[in-house]
C-alpha cells in the first residue's frame, strides 16, 4: 500500500460522541497535516506535526485534539462537536515542512447530527 | 493574511478546448504547486514549480512560476471528460507556510 490513506472515509457523529480520524503514509515523509475543507472555502490547516511534535496549532477548539505517535500516523480525536464542523477532513504528508509539496489522502466526510 | 486570487472560479468548457487558470498573490512565493481534486477524493498532486521563469509540462497539462514569483498559471490543452474536477493552486511563502487559491471548478462538455 502506497500514498496517503485515511480511515473511515465517511462517519457520522452526534455532538456527544467520541471518535478518531486516522491517517497513515507509506511515503517515507516526515511532516503531517490535518487540514479541514468546507464547501466554497478554500483549505483550512489546522495541525503540523514534525517528526512527530506538533510544530503548528491554528486555532483550532480544543474539541479537535491531534495525536502523532510516529512520523507514519496522525490522529485528529474528536469528542462534542457541532453541525458546522460537519466537513471533509483531509490528512496530508510531505517530506518536510517549508518548500516541500504535500500529498493528500482521499479524506473522511465528517456530518454532525 | 496572505490570499491567493485564484480565477476563474469556474469554467464550462466543450471537450477538445484549451483551458487557461491562474493565480496571483500580493508577495513573493518560493514555490507554486497545482492541484486536482474529483468529488470524494483528496487533492492530487499535478505539477510542483520551484524556480521563477520555470515552465513545467505533465501530459496536457503546462503550469508556469511566473517571472515575478508573485502568479503562475496552468494550462490543459485538448480537454476531455476526465479532466472535470476542480483545480487548487497552492504556494510557499518566504516563511515556509503554504497558501491555497480557493480553486477553479472546471465542467467539461462531450
Known amino acids: 500500500e502506497t500514498g496517503v490513506t485515511q480511515t473511515p472515509r465517511h462517519l457520522v457523529m452526534g455532538m456527544t460522541n467520541k471518535k478518531s480520524l486516522k491517517c497513515e503514509q507509506h511515503?517515507?515523509?516526515?511532516?503531517m497535516y490535518w487540514y479541514k475543507q468546507s464547501a466554497k472555502k478554500p483549505l483550512e490547516l489546522m495541525f503540523v506535526?514534525?517528526?512527530?511534535?506538533?510544530?503548528e496549532n491554528n486555532s483550532v477548539p480544543s474539541r479537535f485534539s491531534p495525536e502523532c505517535p510516529n512520523s507514519s500516523h496522525l490522529f485528529l480525536h474528536l469528542h462534542t462537536l457541532q453541525p458546522e464542523d460537519s466537513a471533509l477532513y483531509l490528512c496530508?504528508?510531505?517530506?518536510?515542512?517549508?518548500?516541500?509539496?504535500?500529498?493528500f489522502g482521499n479524506g473522511t466526510r465528517l456530518t454532525v447530527t | 493574511g496572505q490570499q491567493l486570487n485564484q480565477s476563474p472560479q469556474s469554467m464550462f468548457i466543450q471537450e477538445g478546448e484549451d483551458v487557461s487558470m491562474n493565480c496571483t498573490s500580493s508577495?513573493?512565493?518560493?514555490?507554486w504547486l497545482w492541484y486536482k481534486q474529483d468529488p470524494g477524493e483528496g487533492p492530487v498532486l499535478l505539477i510542483a514549480?520551484?524556480?521563477?521563469?520555470e515552465l513545467t509540462s505533465n501530459g496536457r497539462l503546462t503550469a508556469q512560476f511566473g517571472i515575478t514569483r508573485k502568479d503562475s498559471f496552468l494550462n490543459i490543452s485538448a480537454s476531455i471528460p476526465s479532466d472535470v474536477g476542480i483545480y487548487f493552486c497552492?504556494?510557499?511563502?518566504?516563511?515556509?507556510?503554504?497558501?491555497f487559491g480557493q480553486g477553479t471548478e472546471l465542467s467539461v462538455k462531450p
Open positions: 496530508a504528508s510531505s517530506l518536510r515542512t517549508g518548500n516541500s509539496p504535500l500529498h
Open positions: 511515503l517515507g515523509h516526515n511532516a
Open positions: 506535526y514534525s517528526l512527530e511534535e506538533r510544530v
Open positions: 508577495s513573493i512565493f518560493n514555490t
Open positions: 514549480l520551484y524556480k521563477a521563469g
Open positions: 497552492a504556494g510557499h511563502e518566504a516563511g515556509g507556510k503554504l497558501i
